[in-house]
């Protein structure tokens, strides 16, 4: 019975202080999500990280694994939380910690990774106070996008060799991403499609088959498309499209120029296919 008593002592504790600190927030909304670590060292750092005065409380449960939040609706969201909270070294199933941000974890606060990112260098720390220039994203992400552009005109040139040497030049931009510095949409992209990117990019360097490389171009260039659209380009983005790759089922690419130059067939049907999406 003492037992039962203390738990519901503990809950009242707990559902005041959420009450008191709503009267505090404006605007006050709640979500609850779920945050990788181990221990009572850990639910300090990532309340820590992911309070904010007067905007954000977090409430983690080391038990749980699960956090919830509460925060002004109108100045922040959970994104921005997640993401001081992975900057400090703590994954969630949205926002991978950097690498150098996990490894100065003390030992007890090494938790199990669960989805681990690309590479060591490809997320870096930054701090989360620091005001963020406007277009970030567009200088971090151009290395990959031009390298991509110079892939697709090897293809064009139906060149496999230099499409190789291209697609490994591309490999290591894309490990050179440093995740932290994105803005939160084009994170949230780069988060879903990076694996996928380095995954192709890597076959088309590993091979010389023109063929073998056309077909991954094809995943590959659905993967730029979605970083492009949620970046912020200085010039426009042709998204291009025949209808005769693929066995007939069609493929697109993307293109610096609105003039059609197939990389699926080159000389062979060098403008087969047509503009379907100019991205701004």
């Given at each position: 019975?003492?037992?039962?008593?203390?738990?519901?002592?503990?809950?009242?504790?707990?559902?005041?202080?959420?009450?008191?600190?709503?009267?505090?927030?404006?605007?006050?909304?709640t979500?609850?999500?779920k945050?990788?670590g181990?221990c009572?060292?850990?639910?300090?750092t990532?309340?820590?990280?992911?309070?904010?005065?007067?905007?954000a409380?977090?409430?983690?449960?080391?038990?749980t694994?699960?956090?919830t939040?509460?925060?002004?609706a109108q100045?922040?969201?959970?994104?921005?939380?997640l993401?001081?909270?992975?900057?400090?070294?703590y994954?969630s199933?949205?926002f991978l910690?950097?690498?150098?941000?996990?490894?100065?974890?003390?030992?007890?606060c090494q938790?199990?990774?669960?989805?681990?990112?690309?590479?060591?260098?490809?997320?870096?720390?930054?701090?989360?106070e620091?005001?963020?220039?406007?277009?970030q994203?567009?200088?971090?992400?151009?290395?990959?996008?031009?390298?991509?552009?110079?892939?697709?005109d090897?293809?064009?040139?139906?060149d496999?060799?230099?499409?190789?040497?291209?697609?490994?030049?591309?490999?290591?931009?894309?490990?050179?991403?440093?995740?932290?510095?994105?803005?939160?949409?084009?994170?949230?992209?780069?988060m879903?499609?990076?694996a996928s990117?380095?995954?192709?990019?890597?076959?088309?360097?590993?091979t010389?088959?023109i063929?073998?490389?056309?077909?991954?171009?094809?995943?590959?260039?659905?993967?730029?498309?979605?970083?492009?659209?949620?970046?912020?380009?200085?010039?426009?983005?042709?998204?291009?499209?025949c209808?005769?790759a693929?066995?007939?089922?069609?493929?697109?690419?993307?293109?610096?120029?609105?003039?059609i130059?197939?990389?699926?067939?080159?000389?062979?049907?060098?403008?087969?296919?047509?503009?379907?999406?100019?991205?701004?």
């Amino acid at each position: 019975m003492y037992r039962s008593i203390s738990k519901i002592l503990v809950a009242m504790v707990v559902l005041l202080s959420f009450t008191a600190c709503e009267a505090q927030i404006k605007d006050a909304k709640t979500a609850t999500v779920k945050i990788y670590g181990n221990c009572d060292m850990c639910k300090e750092t990532i309340e820590k990280a992911g309070n904010s005065k007067k905007l954000a409380k977090v409430d983690w449960n080391t038990d749980t694994k699960m956090a919830t939040f509460t925060y002004d609706a109108q100045k922040t969201n959970p994104d921005e939380i997640l993401k001081r909270i992975a900057l400090a070294g703590y994954d969630s199933d949205k926002f991978l910690a950097p690498d150098e941000a996990y490894s100065k974890l003390p030992e007890c606060c090494q938790y199990k990774r669960e989805v681990k990112p690309v590479t060591a260098t490809a997320q870096q720390p930054v701090n989360p106070e620091t005001p963020k220039p406007q277009m970030q994203e567009k200088n971090e992400l151009q290395p990959v996008f031009e390298r991509y552009f110079s892939l697709k005109d090897a293809l064009v040139k139906t060149d496999g060799n230099n499409a190789s040497e291209r697609a490994k030049e591309l490999v290591k931009a894309i490990g050179a991403v440093k995740m932290g510095q994105l803005e939160t949409d084009t994170h949230m992209v780069w988060m879903k499609v990076m694996a996928s990117l380095k995954e192709h990019a890597e076959h088309i360097a590993d091979t010389k088959d023109i063929q073998h490389q056309r077909d991954h171009f094809m995943d590959l260039s659905q993967n730029i498309h979605d970083l492009v659209k949620a970046s912020k380009l200085q010039a426009p983005v042709y998204y291009q499209f025949c209808p005769m790759a693929n066995n007939g089922k069609g493929a697109h690419w993307l293109s610096k120029e609105n003039a059609i130059k197939n990389p699926y067939y080159g000389a062979k049907m060098m403008t087969c296919g047509k503009t379907v999406e100019t991205i701004r």
